[in-house]
């Protein structure tokens, strides 16, 4: 295939889309990219056609699943156009998409309004302070309503959003736009598949409506620029152009969140929005700056701008069967070309970029380079990873990565076979490099492989994905806790151990006391040895056979922890002692004493920190309380309450999804481990139970 065209800096354009799923961010691409006629046929979401939906579980589950990346041109511009998944399960997938655009597209249900994923991603463009545009999708459907979207939007997630575009109809009888920023109106052409209109005279249905939206349209923008503002006061025509680039300008500033609307199951209005994204997105040389680290330590700002010294992050790493590793990665400097050699910052690496290509959803279009601000992806790199920086080895740099959401959620895998666990651990390693929201690792002392990821739906597709892939089945399993076992009293013993089987014996004999110590305080072995009782050569093996026996515990099975033990006395033989003798010795004394210390179980406290809309509150501390939380307080943050609150990690099992429920998904919550407190003797009792009967299987 004959290389495709390169695309100069200010032709390009990184747009996210954004929205909550089932919004219609994926047909929207689907659409565009057809109309634009990057894409040969036009797909569907429901029977998995679309553009952007590749993998077989995206249609299994009808739905987006992970970041894709498609490209649509209008007019010699190319607009890179990032797919995002809707749930909140895959929220890493639009955090690293958010992380390489320059604006976000957020799509808005015409009869759904704003909603929980809508909310969430809105969250991950003021962080970043993405310039966003809202396309309010499918006003087709049933019950779809412009004006009431249009409120819900602006109570809920920017005052400042104001139409560029009104619908003409609504549901059956959507029919067209009205262009506020020319006054034309646009009635599409049915039964065509790639946004075909024409122009018409504003029907007198929308009249009223153009003319006051137009009126607060034009104030907005007078508003943004004082010598503007003067002249609309004084009834001066304001030219397109002017108009344009104040509401680009707004736009970027954040002041104005210009809202438009459509089909794009008809591919009404996809037209007219790509027109609208080429004029108001920021191509990335005027998005700004972004800063890097040199090998000193110290902060330069890169440029997109050709002359500079190359530079890119890789935002997403993926594997095909028959090409192996994919890294989808923005150029943020310099113009990258076939052959380069980069350095990899992170891993210390060189690598050579072949096969330069440009992402267009699941194929690759060859490209000599790519200029500074394009996205590009290339196959096979050596050492590279997700948030590996590239740069030229004459001007080493590192940018910061993707601020991927920490995984919450926990659950013990297992392979269904003993094939599938021999390959297990590879297989959890490949999809943490497709995706590292989704973490797993082998815990000892759990003797369980443990994943974590962001909810149950991320865990069903990653497993999927896994046997698909690589071929491993697994079975899942809660967590078990990781509980430990202290004293509560002072107590004193002897251990001996004596061995005679013919020749030289064995003998070591200690005399040692245990007293509790402070919660965290750890483990202290103390020698009183007086008068050589015990040669001084022995006493730390006295210490060693007490480590080892504590850390088998003698309640459940659990380390011992949090307690002091004291060696005062003791004897030795001349001929048949040895370290070996009073190491036994040492882990004797360690069970005989500890069994009169009143040994108790301890198990992890959590402190967690849930944030939830305040109507949720009362729910919420009602479930808490149900799982024995001690709530320390709770902090007010623009319309959520932050809930501090202390409780037993084994309280905590599928409490992200218990959240999720109590709050229609609008809660989430974050944890940290803040040390071990007794079980209460009920649980312990239990506890203790089932440890005996694990010994007995």
């Not at 497709?434 to 865990?459: K, M, N, S, Y």
Request: charged share 25%.
């Amino acid at each position: 295939m004959a290389a495709a065209r390169s695309f100069r800096t200010r032709d390009i354009r990184n747009v996210v889309v954004l929205g909550h799923g089932g919004s219609g961010k994926t047909t929207l691409i689907d659409a565009v990219c057809f109309a634009s006629g990057t894409s040969r046929r036009k797909g569907s979401v429901g029977d998995g056609t679309a553009l952007t939906m590749t993998t077989p579980e995206e249609k299994a589950h009808g739905m987006s699943l992970e970041l894709t990346v498609a490209h649509a041109i209008h007019d010699g511009t190319k607009i890179n156009l990032l797919d995002t998944p809707g749930y909140m399960d895959f929220l890493g997938e639009a955090a690293a998409a958010v992380r390489v655009a320059d604006a976000a597209l957020v799509t808005v249900a015409a009869a759904a309004g704003v909603e929980v994923g809508t909310e969430m991603v809105w969250e991950l463009c003021e962080k970043r302070g993405l310039p966003r545009m809202i396309f309010v999708s499918m006003m087709d459907k049933a019950h779809a309503n412009f004006a009431q979207a249009l409120e819900d939007v602006r109570e809920k997630l920017a005052p400042g959003a104001v139409p560029v575009q009104i619908p003409i109809g609504a549901r059956e009888d959507f029919r067209g736009v009205v262009d506020l920023l020319t006054g034309k109106a646009v009635v599409f052409k049915s039964g065509t598949v790639t946004g075909e209109s024409e122009e018409s005279a504003v029907p007198d249905e929308v009249a009223d409506d153009v003319e006051n939206w137009s009126t607060e349209l034009m104030e907005t923008l007078a508003t943004t620029d004082e010598d503007l503002l003067d002249r609309y006061l004084e009834g001066e025509e304001i030219p397109l152009g002017e108009l344009v680039a104040a509401l680009a300008g707004a736009m970027a500033d954040g002041e104005v969140v210009p809202v438009f609307c459509g089909a794009a199951e008809q591919s009404f209005g996809t037209v007219e929005l790509v027109a609208k994204l080429v004029e108001l997105a920021p191509h990335p040389g005027r998005a700004g700056q972004v800063d890097a680290v040199d090998v000193g330590g110290g902060t330069v700002s890169l440029r997109a701008e050709d002359g500079e010294s190359p530079t890119a992050l890789v935002f997403k790493t993926c594997a095909e069967p028959h090409v192996g590793e994919l890294s989808l990665f923005r150029v943020y400097s310099g113009m990258l070309v076939n052959g380069s050699e980069l350095r990899n910052m992170n891993q210390g690496a060189s690598e050579r970029i072949n096969h330069l290509a440009i992402p267009q959803s699941k194929e690759r279009v060859g490209v000599e380079a790519l200029h500074a601000g394009d996205i590009g992806v290339v196959a096979k790199l050596k050492s590279t990873r997700t948030n590996d920086t590239l740069s030229a080895p004459a001007n080493p740099v590192t940018l910061a990565g993707v601020d991927f959401p920490r995984a919450d959620i926990s659950v013990a895998v297992r392979g269904v076979a003993r094939a599938d666990e021999d390959k297990l651990g590879e297989a959890l390693g490949r999809l943490h490099d497709e995706d590292p929201t989704f973490v797993a690792e082998f815990v000892p002392e759990l003797r369980q492989t443990i994943a974590r990821g962001l909810g149950e739906l991320h865990f069903l597709v990653q497993f999927e994905r896994m046997k698909r892939k690589y071929g491993v089945s697994v079975e899942t399993e809660a967590p078990r806790i990781a509980y430990r076992e202290t004293i509560t009293a002072p107590a004193e013993g002897q251990g001996r151990f004596k061995k005679q089987t013919g020749g030289r014996g064995q003998f070591g004999d200690c005399w040692i006391r245990l007293r509790p110590k402070a919660r965290g305080e750890g483990y202290e072995f103390i020698s009183s040895i007086k008068g050589g009782v015990i040669p001084t050569k022995y006493v730390p093996s006295v210490d060693r056979g007490i480590r080892e026996a504590a850390a088998r515990g003698i309640v459940a099975g659990y380390p011992m922890v949090d307690f002091e033990a004291e060696c005062y006395d003791g004897s030795y033989h001349s001929v048949d002692s040895s370290d070996i003798a009073f190491k036994v010795a040492g882990s004797y004394a360690f069970r005989n004493v500890a069994e009169k210390a009143r040994p108790s179980l301890l198990e992890p406290i959590v402190e967690v920190r849930v944030t939830v809309p305040d109507e949720y509150v009362g729910d919420v501390m009602g479930d808490l309380n149900g799982r024995s939380a001690r709530v320390l307080g709770m902090d007010p943050l623009g319309g959520n309450t932050v809930i501090r609150a202390q409780v037993a990690e084994a309280e905590l099992h599928r409490y992200a999804s218990s959240l999720r429920s109590i709050t229609q998904g609008r809660g989430h919550h974050r944890r940290k481990l803040l040390g071990y407190d007794l079980v209460p003797p009920v649980r312990a009792a239990k506890i203790i139970a089932q440890a005996e009967a694990e010994k007995d299987n």
